[in-house]
């Protein structure tokens, strides 16, 4: 068999489509039984992460937009190296030349429209619902997506088939980097996402001044770039005394430096409305960062005990909660192993070997 993969997320910053694709192909690939061809602009960046052997080969892209990629660089490749098939995330190629394996992450879009802009809405339904009607394997990474999948689409249940999120193994991160030397922290809690309004950081912040952790020596750590417009965070934020805006820091930072703040911080807390899945929780627990999160959408399948999950539209519950995890927080070792276990990449990577292979009999 061979399989292409569309790697283009590997050109630009990193996001979970890209984390599910290194996790997934890294495991794959141990399958001789088929060559994987993955295409992307960057080689350099790929090839690091899936290495070289005799099954694995590389196709330059040339980097000239989506719609270019989608309409003619795809069937393209797809013909000269003979595709039987090819794996898109949420939208496949113009039309259609071999097998397509789509994951649809999520239909957020859908779900929460106001936190959305209507073109981005209107364009996407159009796309992801044709690519998900089209794929001979659809795929998504939750039980909640897929649900959403059928209930938006109208697609059964039983064509959809989950290969859910998963950690990145941990990179080696230098014994000698002070982190909370580096970004001037001594207590703080963590969280980590896109600045977008569905993240619902401005609860967060909220309950961290409300409650005046400013004034017992925390900081608060946001990490994550600006994506959509958030300006209710940033409001708030502007109306805070400059006291209190130094207790706040939003960043962007290297993975290892990540991982090191999530193995120093005092409690990691993910406010989320809703998620297709969800992966800095499951971060925080693989690195023994305390935890906080909530509890609905893809993140009530994490199964946490009741002590450390709150309803994202309850701020006072949130407070609480945030107040009694500071002071006594829930040890790890009563669900960390149970989570790991179910977000484990090479079970993820045998699911969606014998999908394809099931797929490819038929």
């Not at 990179?171 to 207590?187: F, T």
């Not at 703080?188 to 912040?205: A, C, D, G, M, Q």
């Not at 906080?292 to 539209?313: G, H, K, Q, R």
Request: hydrophobic share 40%; aromatic share 14%; proline share 5%.
């Amino acid at each position: 068999m061979k399989l292409l993969v569309d790697a283009h997320v590997f050109d630009g910053k990193y996001q979970g489509t890209r984390t599910y694709l290194e996790g997934l192909y890294t495991h794959m690939t141990q399958h001789q039984d088929i060559d994987f061809f993955f295409a992307a602009q960057n080689m350099e960046v790929v090839k690091n992460v899936f290495g070289e052997a005799d099954n694995v080969h590389y196709v330059h892209l040339n980097g000239e937009g989506r719609l270019k990629r989608l309409a003619v660089e795809f069937p393209r490749i797809i013909r000269h190296n003979a595709i039987d098939y090819a794996h898109f995330q949420y939208i496949s190629p113009l039309y259609k030349t071999c097998r397509e394996i789509v994951t649809v992450h999520d239909l957020l879009f859908m779900d929460f429209p106001h936190f959305f802009p209507a073109i981005y809405r209107l364009k996407n339904e159009f796309f992801f619902r044709r690519s998900a009607k089209r794929a001979d394997v659809l795929l998504s990474v939750s039980d909640f997506s897929r649900g959403e999948i059928v209930r938006h689409f109208g697609i059964s249940k039983d064509k959809i088939s989950l290969t859910y999120n998963s950690i990145l193994p941990v990179p080696q991160i230098d014994d000698y980097i002070d982190i909370k030397k580096l970004y001037g922290l001594n207590k703080f809690v963590l969280t980590v996402s896109r600045l977008e309004p569905r993240k619902n950081h401005i609860s967060l912040l909220k309950a961290f001044i409300e409650l005046g952790l400013p004034e017992q020596g925390y900081k608060l750590v946001m990490v994550g770039g600006k994506d959509l417009e958030n300006r209710i965070l940033f409001d708030y934020y502007e109306s805070l005394p400059s006291k209190l805006k130094k207790a706040v820091l939003f960043i962007q930072v290297p993975f290892s430096h990540l991982v090191a703040l999530y193995k120093n911080a005092d409690l990691f807390v993910f406010p989320s409305f809703g998620e297709g899945f969800g992966i800095p929780p499951i971060e925080a627990i693989a690195y023994g960062c305390p935890l906080l999160c909530s509890n609905v959408t893809a993140m009530a399948e994490f199964d946490l005990p009741d002590e450390i999950t709150f309803n994202p539209y309850d701020l006072e519950e949130l407070k609480k909660k945030l107040r009694i995890q500071l002071q006594h927080p829930l040890e790890s070792f009563f669900y960390r192993q149970r989570v790991l276990d179910k977000y484990n990449w090479q079970k993820i990577a045998d699911r969606f070997y014998d999908v394809l292979m099931k797929n490819s009999n038929e």
